[in-house]
Each structure stands twice: as C-alpha cells, then as structure tokens.
C-alpha cells in the first residue's frame, strides 16, 4: 500500500510504502533515506506490536532524527579526520563527528530522497529503491549509483539487497541503521533483552570511536556475546572501551569466514518471547545499546526515547577501513559490483 508521507523542507514529495505479509506481519519504509520506519511483529501471544524506533511525520525526520531506521551510505561509521587516499589522491570529507567523518558525512544517504518502486511476487512482496551519488558529493568519488531492495517474505523476514556500481575507483560500506526495542518499540530499556552474537574477536576504538586498528579476542570481557546473555549484563562495568564507547558502540569480527548469508547473530526479548535473528554477508557488526538516546526526542505513539531503549545490529565492513589496510577492503573499483544482503529474521519463543 502506497500512501503521501509529507514533503520535505526543500519540497519534495515523500511516500510512504506499507508491505504486509500472510501471517499479518508489516514492514513500512518512506523514500526519505530509505528509512523503516515501522515492523510490526508477533510476540509469544501473536499479539502484534510495533518493534522498531521512528517518527509519524517527515519533518521529525529531517529536524529530529538519529539515524532511525534509515540507510546508512556511502560510507557506514566513521572515517578517521574524514580523509583517505586512493591511487594516491587524498579525498577529504565534511567532518560531522568530533573532527572526524560519520555515516557519510553532512548529508549523507540517510538523508536523501530515493527512488522508489514496489514489486510483487508469490510469496515475497518489496520496494526497491534507487539513488545515484554524483562523482564528489560529499568528498568521495566517482558517480555510484546504489540499489538498496528491501524484501518482506512470508516467514517473517526483511531481506535488504544493497547493489552498487562505479565510475572512478571509490570507498563504500552500506547498513540500516535500524533501532530495535522488541519488547515495545522503546517505550522501556533494552538492557533485558539477551543477545547473542557469533563473533570471537572485536576492533576496539580510541577515544574518537576511531578503530586502533587492533582485532582483539572478547573472551573474558564484557564483550563476549557469543552466548546468549542480557546487553545489561556487563554493560556498567569499568572498561575502558566501555567508556570510550558510553556503553557497547563497537564493531564485530564475525567468525565466519566467507561472505556467504549466514545467520551471525541473535536477540531474545523474555517478557514478549519475540526473537530477532540477522543474517549477513558482511563481515563485521556495529553493536550499538543506544547510548546517545537522552529523553530529548519523542517518536511515533508519542514515545520519549529514553537512554538505551533502542539498540542498532549494524552489518558492515569495519569502520574506518579505507584508513585500514589490514581490514576487509572497502573499495569499489569500475567495472565490479558491490553487492551486500542482510536479513533481520523474525520469530517467538516456544
Ligand atoms: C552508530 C555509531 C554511534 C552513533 C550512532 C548514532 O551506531 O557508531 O557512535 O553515532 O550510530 O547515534
């Protein structure tokens, strides 16, 4: 179902696109940022609630947003001084986070206006939207034309392909910077919720949040998810990353070893009995608790986003690769195809 969300500041139309499947689970997305703007899942009961951070409204997008929901390009975290090389031409970039280049920088894919079109198959229902960066928007080169498809089957799973192509050697690292609160939709913490993740290593940061560089074990620290335990668990410990990062704000090496789409991480809510599971062909994930939520943004069904009532499984290359050489490559030469697939998996307890 396709319906006007509003116009944007500078006057352009918005829509708002509504996919709902078999079983009565909806996905909405608007062609502002390609952003989810809501998922409405079954808990234990197949009571449908609305599991995700948002707004109701365009202009709370534009003036009051932290990366809800939306696509993350062309270049997702952080970029060390904003400045990297390529064939040895520095490219420098708009320095929007402490001296240093996030989620793409001034306006980056999360705030553009995408194309959108929406399809229909037997069993699988979707939008596919499209943006073309020009050669030099926001520092970075070469003409890239993106393809982000979000697809909404019938076992409760929202699948995004991310395509892109080149027309000058460039940097690219594409997620969804979805917040999840599974219980409610964030009207209470995430710290219950149990999470699982498959990865035995993790890249700690400096006080920028900048990678050092080192890929280091999480056994026996307060990073160790790779069984199930409460994100609250260890979170107030003295750690120094835990400081730097004002709680979990920290890339995972997953341990699998190819890129095929394999399931890497996983997040059981007690109370509703709803789980997430995130399927991926990256490499890497952005734990992120929602340490910058502070009270001062309310949502759609007139929620106030409290510290930590939100939390961002964000499927990546590693931050601050281009400055990284040692880190899975993120450059996308002419002539080859980015292509990138993860799926947040929806299911109940037994
Ligand atoms: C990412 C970053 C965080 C923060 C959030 C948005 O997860 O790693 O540091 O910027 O996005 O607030």
């Not at 034309?145 to 460039?170: P, R």
């Not at 026996?220 to 069984?227: A, L, S, V």
């Not at 040692?326 to 002419?334: A, E, Q």
Request: overall charge negative; hydrophobic content about 30%.
């Amino acid at each position: 179902m396709k319906t006007p969300f509003g116009t944007t500041k500078d006057g352009k139309k918005i829509t708002h696109y509504k996919l709902t499947n078999q079983s009565g689970m909806s996905v909405d997305i608007i062609n502002y940022g390609g952003i989810i703007s809501s998922m409405e899942v079954p808990d234990k009961n197949g009571v449908f609630g609305d599991v995700v951070l948002g707004h109701d409204n365009i202009k709370d997008y534009e003036e009051k947003s932290d990366y809800f929901g939306c696509i993350v390009g062309r270049f997702g975290n952080r970029i060390a001084h904003g400045k990297f090389s390529l064939d040895s031409t520095e490219y420098k970039l708009f320095l929007n986070n402490n001296g240093h280049t996030l989620h793409g920088g001034q306006k980056g894919f999360d705030k553009q206006v995408w194309e959108a079109k929406s399809f229909e198959n037997e069993d699988t229902l979707g939008v596919k939207l499209s943006y073309t960066s020009i050669d030099g928007e926001e520092g970075y080169p070469g003409n890239l034309k993106c393809e982000v498809t979000y697809t909404l089957t019938k076992d409760n799973a929202l699948q995004i392909d991310y395509m892109a192509v080149t027309d000058k050697t460039t940097v690219i690292n594409l997620t969804n910077h979805t917040y999840f609160n599974l219980k409610d939709g964030g009207n209470s913490s995430i710290l219950d919720h149990q999470l699982q993740i498959d990865a035995s290593h993790y890249t700690p940061v400096d006080e920028g949040l900048i990678p050092t560089g080192e890929i280091i074990p999480v056994a026996e620290t307060p990073f160790d998810f790779r069984q199930p335990k409460p994100i609250g668990k260890n979170i107030a410990v003295d750690h120094v990353q835990l400081n730097y990062g004002l709680g979990y704000d920290h890339n995972y090496v997953l341990d699998k070893t190819d890129n095929a789409l394999e399931p890497i991480s996983k997040v059981i809510e007690p109370e509703s009995g709803r789980i997430l599971e995130v399927l991926t062909t990256e490499p890497g994930i952005q734990f992120y608790s929602g340490n910058f939520l502070k009270g001062n943004i309310t949502g759609k069904h007139g929620i106030t986003y409290q510290h930590r009532t939100g939390f961002c499984l964000e499927t990546q290359h590693f931050p601050d690769s281009p400055n990284q050489p040692h880190f899975p490559s993120t450059v996308l030469k002419p002539g080859e195809t980015y292509q990138s697939t993860t799926i947040y998996r929806f299911k109940v307890q037994d």
